[in-house]
């Protein structure tokens, strides 16, 4: 049965998991992990719609469960942090919508 991340993920997505079987991906961190190099690869090719993840994910982080929270955090966000440079923060942070900036400095600073 799909989560809501899975399902969310799947629907707004669908070109970032066009090339991996489903059944590759059983959990939401494995979603969330495999989500987060796909977001990686937009934010170095510099498209137009790397925000567009962000947005979404804040949708997920803010109406999500403390499981769903945990695995955003602990899943996508430490993905996106494990590049991070001092010269990349500040873009980084300016895609993402205000209310994840303190979540994503949070996964920063504990990992």
Not at 71 to 85: G, H, P
Request: some cysteine; proline content about 4%; hydrophobic content about 40%.
């Amino acid at each position: 049965m799909e989560s809501r991340i899975q399902k969310t993920l799947t629907q707004w997505f669908p070109d970032a998991f066009e090339d991996v079987k489903k059944s590759a991906l059983k959990t939401d961190y494995d979603f969330l992990h495999h989500f987060a190099e796909y977001v990686k690869g937009l934010i170095r090719e510099d498209c137009e719609s790397k925000k567009e993840p962000f947005k979404i994910i804040n949708l997920l982080y803010s109406k999500g469960t403390l499981f769903e929270r945990n695995a955003i955090e602990n899943a996508f966000f430490f993905v996106i942090a494990s590049d991070e440079k001092p010269q990349t923060l500040k873009e980084s942070l300016s895609l993402m919508p205000e209310t994840l900036r303190a979540v994503y400095i949070k996964t920063i600073l504990e990992n």
